[in-house]
């Protein structure tokens, strides 16, 4: 006896719009977000010590020589501050530190590399590849 294969009837039976293609996933740009993107170049901080990352006054990443990091984040003013972490020498001061405002939009990547002055650290625009 022969077997029938339903499987060519299933394609014969699905309705016209059940073969529609399908849209796109959202990704975060799309859904309103923006992307900062935060480096710390090798020779740029030439410090053995980690450096925090805070935004909104959390500590949100450490970086260590050569490392980066990014963050989706909502549109509107984001506040960073970078400061020196770890034990000893690397220990921060009682000196307040200073944030940085970054108004950021949707559907933006912002780049950032981290720079040392006489008055600390703080965030330098990156050069955008284009």
């Given at each position: 006896?022969?077997?029938f294969n339903l499987s060519w009837l299933a394609v014969l039976v ?61 549109p509107g003013t984001v506040s960073v501050r970078l400061s020196l ?46």
């Amino acid at each position: 006896m022969r077997r029938f294969n339903l499987s060519w009837l299933a394609v014969l039976v699905l309705p016209p719009w059940a073969l529609a293609e399908v849209p796109d996933a959202k990704t975060p740009q799309s859904d309103g977000y923006g992307v900062l993107i935060i480096s710390r170049e090798r020779l740029e901080v030439a410090n053995p010590c980690d450096i925090g990352l805070y935004l909104q006054d959390q500590l949100a990443a450490r970086l260590y020589q050569g490392q980066s990091v990014s963050f989706n984040l909502p549109p509107g003013t984001v506040s960073v501050r970078l400061s020196l972490v770890g034990p000893g020498i690397c220990r921060p001061g009682i000196a307040q530190l200073k944030s940085q405002l970054i108004n950021l939009r949707a559907g933006e990547i912002r780049k950032y590399r981290i720079a040392l002055s006489t008055e600390g650290l703080y965030l330098l625009a990156a050069p955008t590849s284009r």
